[in-house]
């Protein structure tokens, strides 16, 4: 028999690592929205429109959130050729001057997916830099921290795999576990330079390693994190911004009073 309070205890346990997972999944959950939205533009939308460079099979859809409502788009974007055939105006006018070509009823994407691409839109998402376009000299002292803490296996990294460190070694003074199989890359960041080395970011290394496929591999706030990290062992001199975070010491003086 399991005594009582070992069972409770184990009890508290699973009910605190169950809060933990539902802590940590709701931020998530945002970000993998957007980041569909994204990848659905690029792979669905892209072939026929631009956003910000013009008019290419269909209109630019720049400004789309703000010249249409959301029904009207949430509509037309599910079944165009329903919108049209209801004699809506604007989709009568839209479909003759872009006679060439109609635009195809994306009725396999939910409403929850195209309001995501709606959002996207309206905060020009299209038009944002990625994370790990940034050059590693703008790295603040947390995203230093961030690019170590992978790199050494202390946070693990969002699509899997092994830490750098169980290969490569990045000089001394760090602490190295295994590293052999791969270079050191105390200077890596000097021979590539900062665009080169986000290119090979964007495929894992080490093409062998069953555990990590090419379309997940970093993120591009790891890559970014993990290419500054490098950038500051082979000497850049990053001025990482700290944050400002001793605030909260200072206004409590621990009085008990408010
Ligand atoms: C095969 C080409 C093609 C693809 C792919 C395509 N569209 Fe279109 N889109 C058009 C055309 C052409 C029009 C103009 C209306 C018409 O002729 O049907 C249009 C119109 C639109 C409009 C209305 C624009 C305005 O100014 O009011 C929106 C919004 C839109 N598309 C969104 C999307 C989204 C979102 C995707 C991806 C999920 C997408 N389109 C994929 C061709 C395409
Ligand atoms: C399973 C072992 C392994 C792991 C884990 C690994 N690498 Fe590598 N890495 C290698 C090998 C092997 C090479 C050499 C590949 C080649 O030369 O073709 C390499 C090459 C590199 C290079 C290019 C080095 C040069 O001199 O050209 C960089 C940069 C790099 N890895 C970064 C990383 C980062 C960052 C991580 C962690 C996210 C990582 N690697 C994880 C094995 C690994």
């Known amino acids: 028999m399991i005594p009582k309070s070992w069972r409770s205890l184990r009890r508290a346990a699973c009910f605190a690592i169950l809060t933990i997972f539902a802590c940590l999944t709701i931020p998530v959950l945002a970000a993998s929205d957007a980041a569909g939205a994204k990848t659905i533009f690029r792979k669905r939308c892209t072939a026929c429109h631009t956003f910000g460079k013009g008019v290419k099979v269909g209109p630019d859809l720049k400004g789309v959130t703000e010249r249409r409502t959301r029904d009207w ?109 791969g270079p050191d890359l105390s200077s890596v960041y000097r021979r590539y330079q900062d ?39 082979a000497g850049l001199a990053i001025a990482a911004v700290v944050p400002p975070k001793e605030t909260a010491g200072k206004t409590a003086p621990s009085n008990g009073t408010k």
């Open 73 to 181: 788009l949430l509509r037309f974007i599910r079944s165009s050729s329903g919108t049209i055939q209801s004699g809506d105006p604007t989709a009568t006018k839209l479909f003759r001057e872009f006679k060439q070509e109609r635009m195809p009823d994306w009725d396999d994407l939910s409403p929850e997916q195209i309001a995501s691409i709606l959002d996207y839109f309206a905060l020009n998402g299209p038009e944002q830099k990625e994370p790990d376009e940034r050059h590693a000299i703008t790295a603040t002292a947390d995203e230093l921290k961030m690019g170590r803490d992978l790199f050494h296996g202390s946070v693990r990294l969002t699509h899997g795999g092994r830490a750098c460190d169980t290969c490569h070694s990045i000089g001394a003074g760090e602490p190295v576990r295994d590293g052999s199989l």
């Open 195 to 233: 665009r080169a080395l986000t290119d090979y970011l964007k495929r894992p290394c080490f093409l062998r390693d069953p555990e990590v496929s090419t379309n997940h591999y970093l993120s591009p706030q790891e890559s970014f994190a993990l290419k500054a990290y490098m950038a500051q062992r």
